[in-house]
């Protein structure tokens, strides 16, 4: 009996999707025939863990190679090609061109199935000077031996974005001892929050002597002794090294030769499985345009989660295509440390939804990572937002010196789960002193959103300019003194006096209830609306829009 010819698998492109997808085939059959192509000397490789290498946390380059061409093809039986290019596809005969760029060899290696998984290359600007060699990208390993070397040699740097990569290249600079300018074109850090969370990044940034520009971008750079960067506004940076961290574009030029289906942004289209409009050639990592695990509406997320996740379900489908569900969407769930702070986002931010025109409601909580009579306590800002017709979870974003990963990956679950901010309020979290408190910011989030969808409170998210309006702080005095709300005309009735002092209160004029947190506000905001009062309370206190390390309550002597 004659028997079938192995399935002829070939991936091109390395790193996440493409090595993930390998592994699982191999795991998946040992009969197919799988070559992975990479056009660079590393197959696959730790990209986020860069930065760190650069700054020396990672002490071992060797730490960040996940697999080499040799274990590849000792643990799983592939042939593997680095420094290999692949040139053209030709559907029609089910072939692909490949070049051997070290020898400059070219072959014609024929396919049954074929994954694209080319990844992103940085965004590099047509600017006057933008190519002295001064001027670096950080995405490989050899961009990263670049970057480290100059550095070495370098005292001031500058680093163009303040995005994920900006804020982590700048955290390591720092602690290599170099002055650092952090230029970002929109008047905020890390731009995909909302601006209000990251006043804590920013305060930290000013803390460790960041020179931090906002609201700027660089117009051209001349050469010298050292680089100048010319800013649109006029201003003049001078630096030994820049560092460009303004995003990536999709290489998706052998996708588009080949006749694949493009999204509106260049991203190659696939469906639930990471098909293309040819069944046989899959995409997957960087390069695709997804869908929102939420609207459903296409998305490109250069993650490396959903990359690995996506190159795995490429696998399955190719070997076990009626046992294989579709790839979910994408939530974009991303977290960030600068220094002392970490900040992330997890689905839907409000900036988002107000461009999209989609209905919603938002909290904002302030609290402690832990019991706040246990030591070490730290403030931890959460942000959620939800669906006012069935209060379902959309997103939220974190901020803060302790715990921000825990809660994120909470809120993500609680998406994916399809839970609702009742679901938050009553979510049983792990709870000991050193851990959390009980009553987690997570549930103090929920109780907050279910009381304003209830209309037990009336939220702001900032002081009216309304002259007619009280500001009400309700803190203690040496608390106000220490830490004063920088407006004029405040009132100053702490939460135990209030009941006792309403007549100092006009009730014909609006009332805003303050406090360091945000739950005295509340507890304020309840006493007067149900004394007649027209009462409004701001959302997360004086810490989330003033004073970010302010403290909740008196230390204790």
Not at 34 to 57: H, K, M, Q, W
Not at 158 to 175: C, D, K, N, P, S
Request: aromatic share 4%; proline share 7%; hydrophobic share 45%.
């Amino acid at each position: 009996m004659q028997t079938k010819n192995p399935l002829r698998l070939v991936i091109v492109g390395g790193v996440a999707a493409g090595a993930s997808a390998a592994a699982r085939a191999r795991r998946l059959s040992e009969a197919a025939s799988i070559t992975l192509i990479e056009r660079g000397p590393d197959v696959s490789f730790a990209n986020c863990g860069l930065p760190y290498f650069i700054g020396g946390e990672i002490k071992q380059r060797d730490a960040l190679a996940v697999q080499t061409p040799q274990t590849l093809k000792a643990m799983l039986a592939i042939d593997v090609r680095t420094s290999t290019e692949v040139t053209g596809i030709d559907r029609a005969t089910k072939h692909v061109q490949v070049r051997n760029l070290a020898a400059g060899t070219t072959e014609s290696l024929p396919y049954d199935k074929l994954l694209l998984a080319p990844g992103a290359v940085p965004v590099r600007p047509s600017l006057p000077g933008i190519d002295d060699p001064r001027i670096c990208t950080l995405r490989s390993l050899q961009d990263m031996d670049r970057i480290k070397a100059a550095a070495a040699g370098a005292q001031h740097i500058a680093v163009i974005g303040a995005g994920f990569i900006g804020l982590e290249m700048t955290e390591q600079f720092v602690r290599l001892g170099k002055q650092v300018s952090l230029v970002e074109l929109t008047d905020q850090v890390l731009p995909p929050l909302d601006g209000l969370m990251t006043k804590l990044l920013e305060d930290e940034l000013h803390k460790n002597h960041v020179n931090l520009v906002l609201g700027d971008s660089v117009a051209a750079f001349e050469a010298g002794n050292a680089l100048i960067c010319r800013l649109a506004s006029g201003r003049t940076i001078t630096a030994d090294l820049v560092v460009l961290s303004i995003g990536v574009r999709p290489d998706t030029t052998l996708a588009r030769n080949a006749g694949l289906a493009l999204g509106k942004r260049g991203h190659i289209r696939v469906n639930g499985f990471m098909q293309t409009n040819d069944p046989d050639i899959y995409a997957a990592g960087d390069a695709v345009e997804t869908e929102d695990f939420i609207t459903h509406e296409p998305v490109a997320v250069p993650l490396g989660g959903p990359a690995n996740r996506q190159g795995r379900l490429v696998a399955d489908h190719i070997f076990h295509p009626t046992e294989t569900k579709p790839y979910t969407g994408a939530l974009g769930t991303a977290i960030v440390r600068a220094f002392d702070v970490a900040a992330g986002l997890t689905g839907w931010t409000e900036k988002r939804l107000r461009a999209a025109g989609r209905d919603f409601r938002t909290v904002t909580v302030n609290d402690n990572d832990h019991a706040g009579y246990f030591p070490g306590a730290k403030p931890i800002l959460l942000k959620l937002v939800w669906d006012p017709a069935n209060g379902r979870v959309l997103g939220a974003q974190v901020t803060g010196l302790g715990g921000v990963d825990k809660r994120l990956d909470v809120i993500a679950t609680a998406i994916a789960g399809r839970l609702t901010i009742d679901d938050l309020a009553q979510l049983e979290l792990a709870y000991a002193p050193p851990f959390g408190a009980a009553k987690d910011i997570v549930n103090l989030a929920g109780f907050t959103a279910c009381n304003t969808r209830d209309s037990l409170v009336v939220p702001v998210d900032s002081l009216p300019d309304d002259p007619a309006a009280q500001i009400l702080d309700v803190r203690p005095p040496p608390l106000v003194q220490a830490h004063p709300l920088p407006r004029a005309g405040v009132i100053n009735i702490p939460l135990g006096q209030l009941r006792g002092r309403l007549g100092e209160l006009d009730r014909a004029r609006p009332v805003v209830t303050v406090c360091a947190l945000g739950k005295t506000a509340y507890f304020a905001a309840r006493i007067l609306a149900q004394n007649g009062f027209r009462v409004s309370s701001l959302t997360g206190g004086i810490r989330a829009h003033f004073d970010p390390r302010s403290p909740a309550k008196l230390p204790t002597p």
